[in-house]
């Protein structure tokens, strides 16, 4: 079946950085892109940006511009995310999700969720 | 960025009840709004695309409306595992996919 499987928490200091993967399978990975999707606790959710499987064009948003980076590996049909210089305010559980191109994107199908903590 | 404001925030409802959230973005998206259900501790689920599409697998209970800058989504008779957390989103501006704050759909 289609699903995203993204790697275990994670626990950093701040000042660290942190690497996500999200491993695809059931479908062509290259055909669709992935955002990233992060949720502090008790909070909404946040979209980080995005990255096309085909070509890594990646649009990351504003407020992470500098310290986040995407990439994937066709060879393994994994997306990451990177996130660096990591602070207390980025504790939160971290989403893949697949998009699916509809009027505009959906994101139609997500992973699991990966907890990253930052604390000293 | 397109702000995107959900009212309520959070609404008390009984089994049967027939329930509707609001979304309404800072400009004109077109049709280009998507609606997620999340339940604690898991990853939120599609719902409803442009507007007004129903996801496949998702009960014929759930639909959206709307177009321009005001969105439903209608819950016509709700079902004890409704009982969640909804988000919309605009995929409008590529630069930035926003998503409203959240309604809390609680048991009356």
């Known amino acids: 079946q289609v699903q995203l499987v993204q790697s275990g928490a994670e626990v950093k200091k701040p000042g660290a950085s942190v690497k996500v993967s999200c491993k695809a399978s059931?479908?062509?990975?290259?055909?669709?892109?992935i955002s990233w999707v992060r949720q502090a606790p008790g909070q909404g959710l946040e979209w980080m940006g995005w990255?096309?499987?085909?070509?890594?064009?990646?649009n990351y948003a504003q407020k992470l511009q500098g310290r986040v980076t995407m990439t994937t590996d066709t060879s393994t049909s994994t997306a990451y995310m990177e996130l660096r210089s990591l602070r207390s305010d980025d504790t939160a559980v971290y989403y893949c999700?697949?998009?699916?191109?509809?009027?505009?994107?959906?994101?139609?199908?997500w992973g699991q969720g990966t907890m990253v903590t930052v604390s000293s | 960025d397109i702000q995107m404001t959900q009212s309520p925030s959070s609404l008390s409802a009984s089994v049967g009840d027939r329930v509707t959230i609001t979304c309404r973005a800072s400009?004109?998206?077109?049709?280009?709004l998507n609606w997620y259900q999340q339940k604690p501790g898991k990853a939120p689920k599609l719902l409803i695309y442009?507007?007004?599409s129903l996801q496949s697998g998702v009960p014929s209970r759930f639909s959206g409306s709307g177009s321009g800058t005001d969105f439903t989504l209608t819950i016509s008779s709700l079902q004890p595992e409704d009982f969640a957390t909804y988000y919309c989103q605009q995929s409008y501006s590529t630069l930035s996919y926003t998503f409203g704050q959240g309604t809390k759909l609680e048991i009356k």
């Open positions: 999700a697949r998009e699916a191109a509809v009027a505009g994107i959906a994101f139609d199908i």
């Open positions: 059931g479908y062509t990975f290259t055909s669709y892109g």
């Open positions: 442009a507007a007004s």
């Open positions: 990255i096309s499987a085909y070509n890594g064009n990646t």
């Open positions: 400009q004109s998206i077109s049709s280009y």
